[in-house]
C-alpha cells in the first residue's frame, strides 16, 4: 500500500489536507493544484481554498480506513 492508496488527491505536502475527508483536489487546465475544504460552502470558519500546508483544523475528519488493505 502506497500513501496514494488512502489519500483523497491531494498533495502529502498539504498537512491534514492531505487526507481530511472533506478536502478535495483541484486542478486547473493549467495544471496547477490546489485543494479546495467542502466545508466552506456551508460554513464561513473555514476558507474555500486554505493555505497550505494545515497543521491545525477543527473540521478535519480523517479518511475512513479502507478494510480491503488491511
Do not use: W
Not at 500513501?3 to 498539504?14: E, Q, V
Not at 483536489?25 to 493549467?30: K, L, N, P
Not at 495544471?31 to 474555500?48: E, I, M, T, Y
Amino acid at each position: 500500500m502506497t500513501a496514494d492508496d488512502k489519500s483523497n488527491g491531494a498533495p502529502p505536502n498539504a498537512g491534514l489536507c492531505a487526507n481530511c475527508l472533506h478536502s478535495r483536489r483541484i486542478e486547473s487546465a493549467r495544471g496547477s493544484v490546489f485543494v479546495l475544504c467542502q466545508l466552506s460552502a456551508n460554513d464561513p470558519r473555514f476558507s474555500k481554498y486554505p493555505r497550505l500546508p494545515v497543521f491545525s483544523c477543527t473540521g478535519y475528519a480523517p479518511l475512513p480506513a479502507n478494510p480491503e488493505q488491511q
